[in-house]
């Protein structure tokens, strides 16, 4: 199985930052596209950023020119810088990951979550 542990949430008044972290384990063979996801209360989950394996990156309009998502291959975690902070950017915040892994001696693909970690912004 694979495992994701995030990192980093927490309280911040509105402007300021934090770097989320998510940190891949498990019979991994490779790792894919590394995304992450937000949902606030009453809400749908949505993706905030992803990046793929090359390197390339896509972001919610939302977030764009405010967070910025990065990855360290070797050590199978993903980060995610929040600058300029809004209320409206409190939620859950989730770390998704494609991946290839062994399962039973086959390489298998897997879509993988983190238990999530929360932001709160404060106005």
């Known amino acids: 199985q694979v495992q994701l542990v995030e990192s980093g949430g927490g309280l911040v008044q509105a402007g300021g930052s934090l770097r989320l972290s998510c940190a891949a384990s498990g019979s991994i063979i490779s790792i894919n596209t590394m995304g992450w996801y937000r949902q606030a209360p009453g809400k749908q989950r949505e993706l905030v950023a992803g990046?793929?394996?090359?390197?390339?990156?896509n972001y919610a309009d939302s977030v764009k020119g405010r967070f910025t998502i990065s990855r360290d291959m070797a050590k199978r975690t993903a980060y995610l810088q929040m600058n300029s902070l809004k209320p409206e950017d409190t939620a859950v915040y989730y770390c998704?990951?494609?991946?290839?892994?062994?399962?039973?001696?086959?390489?298998?693909?897997?879509?993988?979550w983190g238990q999530g970690t929360q932001v709160t912004v404060s106005s």
């Open positions: 998704n990951a494609e991946t290839l892994r062994v399962n039973k001696g086959l390489a298998t693909s897997d879509d993988s």
């Open positions: 990046i793929t394996r090359g390197g390339s990156t």
